[in-house]
């Protein structure tokens, strides 16, 4: 099962790098509705190619973590670099779940936007998932 769980994460981890990557490299395909925006349509982030080489960069080392801390990443790595590094994805993206009280996260204001839809129903509920995931594996590993 833990390994499983692991397979889960890191899987989940390496497809969201991928899409950072497209989006780093001027792919525009779900750009759109992936972005926050005010009600009158105007975005609220306006991510560059290294922010989101950065962001890819950061979901890849995520995506290490659950493999190291089931064994399946052979590396010389102390234990407590998976440890630690789960308790951050956890806070993360429990945090990012939670999100900014006002285009972000379920406690959101602003929900009548497409990213306002999508967020209640994929992205938000995604970010949870992954948060109780990960501590899952922190405490079953």
């Known amino acids: 099962m833990i390994t499983m769980l692991s397979l889960i994460l890191s899987s989940t981890f390496l497809i969201l790098s991928i899409l950072h990557m ?3 490299f001027g792919g525009k395909w779900a ?3 992936t972005l926050p925006t005010s009600p009158s349509g105007k975005n609220i982030l306006n991510p560059t190619s290294f922010q989101c080489f ?6 890849l080392l995520f995506a290490l973590l659950p493999l190291h801390k089931v064994g399946l990443l052979l ?3 102390p234990s407590w670099v998976s440890f630690y590094g789960l308790v951050a ?3 993360i993206f429990f945090l990012r779940a939670l999100g900014d009280f006002r ?3 379920f406690f959101k204001k602003i929900r009548e936007t497409q990213f306002g839809r999508l967020d209640t129903l994929i992205y938000s ?6 948060s109780q995931l990960s501590l899952l594996l922190l405490l079953l590993g």
Do not use: H, N, Q, R
């Open 89 to 91: 994805v956890v806070a």
């Open 22 to 24: 497209y989006w780093g």
């Open 31 to 33: 750009i759109a509705s």
């Open 103 to 105: 285009y972000v996260g």
């Open 54 to 59: 950065f962001i890819a960069g950061g979901l």
């Open 125 to 130: 509920p995604l970010s949870f998932v992954i």
């Open 75 to 77: 590396t010389e790595l």
